[in-house]
C-alpha cells in the first residue's frame, strides 16, 4: 500500500450562504484546494454529499461537479455516508491513491441546506426508516435519548452537556470559516429553546451550506505541491445497528470505537499520542460519547472533560479546536473534510489562534446517523 | 496494485417486486454471494444506489445493509453516479481490494423503484438540474435528441433503434432472472407508444427493482472461494459534461470512449479482444452509441449492429447476452452490478443458454445521466 499524504486543502465559509448554489460552493473549495498546490490537473474526485437529491434535486453529483470545475473527463464519483459522506470520501480518495490508480486525487465535501427542503425531515432519511422514521422521531429526539443513556449510567447532568457548547463556541470564535464566531456562556446555554429533553437549542449543530476539499497524493510525489505534506496514518471505518434500539448501551458508539480501533491499528499509535482531535459532535451528548468511544477519556467520563477543561485549547488533549459542528457549522456532506482540514492545519502549524503547540499527531472522527456509521482518519506531520 | 478477481455472485430477478422491500432486496443478493463463496464474514460492503432517498426515504445504505445482512460492524458505503452507481460500486471495492485495505469485499447495488415515487421525476435528478432539469427535460427526451444527432449524422435508422429492442429480448427470453421474459417482433417495436419522438415505449428501459452482488478478493486468495475466479483486469471512469447541450457531438458519448481507453490501458488489451460485453441501453440508441464509444464497431457504424446480427448471440461479438437494460430490466444502481455478473458467469461458461462459446475476456460498461459519468471494467477467466 503506497504511503498517502494531504498536501493541501479549500474551504469555503460555512453559514446560510444564500448567494451561493452547491456547485458555486464545490468550485470555490476545490479551487482553492487546486491553487495552494499549484495543480492544474487531477486524475479523479470524490465527492462526500448525504442528500443533494432532497435537498435541491441534483444527484449525479460526481460528474456536475467535475464538470463546473472545468475539469470534465476526470473520473468522478459520489460517496454517501449520511452526516460521514465527508470523511468516507476522504477514505474513498485514500484507497485510490494507496491503491496506485490514481495519483492526484480531489476528496471534497459538499452540502446546499438552506434552499428551501425541511432539513430535518432530509436529515430523518438517515436513520432507520422502517424502525425509527415512520414512528415520527428525527435526529435531536435520537441523541437526547443518548444524552438520557448516559445520564441514567454516568450521572452526566444538563451543565455537563452545556460545557460542550461553551467549549467549542470559544474556538469557533477563534475560526473566521466558523457559522457562529462569538461565544455563549453556560446560562445562556441552559435556558435556551428546549428542542428535545435534555436537548436545547445550544446543544444543537444548525442547519449549513458549505463545501471543502482536500488534495490527496502518494506522500513520495507531495513535495512537488507543498513543502509541508500531512500523512494519512491510519483510516478506519465502521458500522452500527441502524437503529438506536437495536444496541445495548445507546450510550456506547460502538461504531466509533470500532472505526477508532482499525485506525490506530493501521497507525500502529494509541490514544495517548493523539495531540488534537476534531469529533462529531451534531449535539453536545455526541462529542462526549465521541471522546470515549475513541479512547480519548475513560469510558463513562466524557461528561466531565469540558468542564474540567482537558478538552479545550490549552487542555489536555484539545477537541474540536476548530467550533466543532456546533459552532463551525454543519454542511453534513462537508463536515468529514472540515474536520481533516482543521487537523490538516494544526499539524502545519497553520491554525493561527487555535495552534495547539507542537502539535504533530491529530485525530478526526466522523460519524452519520445515530453513530450507525463512523469513520476515523489519523494524520500526521510528514 | 494486487490483483483482484470476483469469486461468487448473487442476484435478485428483476422486475416489479411488490413484495420485497430494499433491504429485503439487498439481502437476499447479498446472502446468494456470500453462499456461494462459503464466506460468513466481510471486511468491507460497497452499495451502488441512485436515489433511495427519493424512492423510498432512506438514505445511508451503508450500514443499513450491512445491519440487515448481520454483519453490523462491517466497513460499509453507498457509492452514487445515477444509473452508473452499480460501476461506481465495484471500482470502489476493486480500489480497496487492490490497495491491501481489505481482503474480502462485496460490491453490491440495489434500487427500489415501484414503491411509489414518479421514477421518472426522480431519475431526472441525474441530469443537469441548473441546465436541464429546470426546463422540464426529463431522460427520454435527452435520449430522443441523441437518437435525432445520430439520424442526422450517420442515417440512422428507426428500424435500426428497433433492430436492438428485438435482439435483446431475444436474449432476455433465455435469461430466468430478466424482467421480461419475452421476445418481441420488429413491427411490434415500431408500432408501440411513441414516448419522446423518435424513442417508442420499446425502446426504453423499463422500472424495475432489484438488487445484485458480487464478492471481491486478492486474486491470490480466490480458489479458497471458488475454483473459477474470475480476475479484474482493468477499471476506467470518466465524466463528460452533464449537460447535453454542452457536448459537441451529442451522438458521440465522450466520456464512454475515455472510461474505455482507461479500462484497455489498464488492461493491456484492445476493443478487438473483448469476446462478450455488457453495455448500458437505458434506450436503444445508448446500445448503438455505446458500441462504437468502446471502439467494438467503428464510429457511425453502430446502428448496422444489430441488424446484421454482428451483436446477437452467434455473432461476432455478442452484446447484451443478459438481456441489457431493456429486457432483463434496470433497477438503476443494480444494474452496473448486473452487467458485471453476467460476464463473470459468460466467463466461467455458466450462462446456460446464453452462453458465448469460449469467451476468456468480457467487457461491462454502465453509463449514469445522458452519459455523463461511465465506468467500463475488463474481466477475464483466471
Not at 369 to 376: D, E, F, L, N, T
Request: aromatic residues 4%; negative net charge; charged residues 20%.
Amino acid at each position: 500500500m503506497r504511503p498517502v499524504a494531504i498536501v493541501a486543502a479549500g474551504m469555503t465559509r460555512f453559514g446560510e450562504l444564500w448567494q451561493s448554489s452547491l456547485r458555486d460552493l464545490f468550485v470555490e473549495a476545490a479551487s482553492e484546494a487546486l491553487a495552494n498546490a499549484r495543480a492544474s490537473r487531477l486524475d479523479a474526485i470524490f465527492v462526500g454529499n448525504m442528500a443533494a437529491g432532497q435537498f435541491v434535486g441534483q444527484e449525479h453529483l460526481g460528474p456536475l461537479c467535475a464538470d463546473h470545475l472545468g475539469m470534465a473527463g476526470v473520473a468522478a464519483t459520489r460517496i454517501e455516508s449520511a452526516c460521514a459522506s465527508g470523511g468516507a470520501a476522504l477514505r474513498a480518495a485514500f484507497a485510490e491513491v494507496a491503491s496506485g490508480m490514481s495519483d492526484l486525487v480531489l476528496a471534497a465535501g459538499v452540502e446546499k441546506m438552506t434552499d428551501g427542503a425541511e432539513a430535518t425531515a432530509v436529515l430523518a432519511t438517515a436513520a432507520d426508516q422502517e424502525a425509527e422514521g415512520y414512528q415520527g422521531i428525527t435526529f435531536p429526539g435520537l441523541y437526547a435519548m443518548i444524552a438520557r443513556a448516559h445520564m441514567a449510567a454516568h450521572g452526566t447532568t444538563e451543565q455537563d452537556l452545556a460545557a460542550v457548547t461553551v467549549k467549542n463556541h470559544r474556538h469557533g470564535a477563534l475560526n473566521e470559516k466558523a457559522q457562529f464566531g462569538r461565544t455563549v456562556e453556560l446560562a445562556e446555554v441552559m435556558t435556551s429553546t428546549m428542542v428535545a429533553d435534555p436537548l436545547r437549542l445550544l446543544h444543537c449543530s444548525p442547519v449549513s451550506d458549505g463545501a471543502c476539499a482536500v488534495l490527496l497524493c502518494p506522500l513520495d510525489q507531495a513535495r512537488k505541491y507543498t513543502d509541508r505534506p500531512v500523512k494519512i496514518r491510519g483510516s478506519g471505518m465502521a458500522t452500527s445497528s441502524m437503529a438506536l434500539a437495536d444496541r445495548k448501551d445507546p450510550a456506547w458508539l460502538d461504531a466509533v470505537h470500532e472505526s477508532a480501533v482499525r485506525a490506530y491499528a493501521m497507525a500502529g499509535v494509541e490514544p495517548r499520542d493523539i495531540q488534537v482531535a476534531e469529533v462529531h459532535d451534531c449535539f453536545s451528548i455526541a462529542e462526549i460519547c465521541c471522546i470515549e468511544a475513541l479512547g480519548l477519556v475513560e469510558r463513562g467520563l466524557g461528561a466531565r472533560a469540558a468542564p474540567s477543561g482537558e478538552t479545550a485549547l490549552g487542555g489536555r488533549i484539545p477537541v474540536n479546536t476548530s467550533g466543532g459542528l456546533k459552532a463551525k457549522g454543519h454542511p453534513v456532506g462537508a463536515t468529514g473534510i472540515a474536520q481533516a482540514i482543521e487537523i490538516f492545519e494544526q499539524l502545519r502549524g497553520d491554525a493561527g489562534k487555535r495552534q495547539v503547540k507542537g502539535a504533530r499527531i491529530g485525530l478526526c472522527q466522523n460519524m452519520g446517523g445515530s453513530g450507525a456509521s463512523s469513520v476515523v482518519h489519523i494524520l500526521e506531520r510528514a
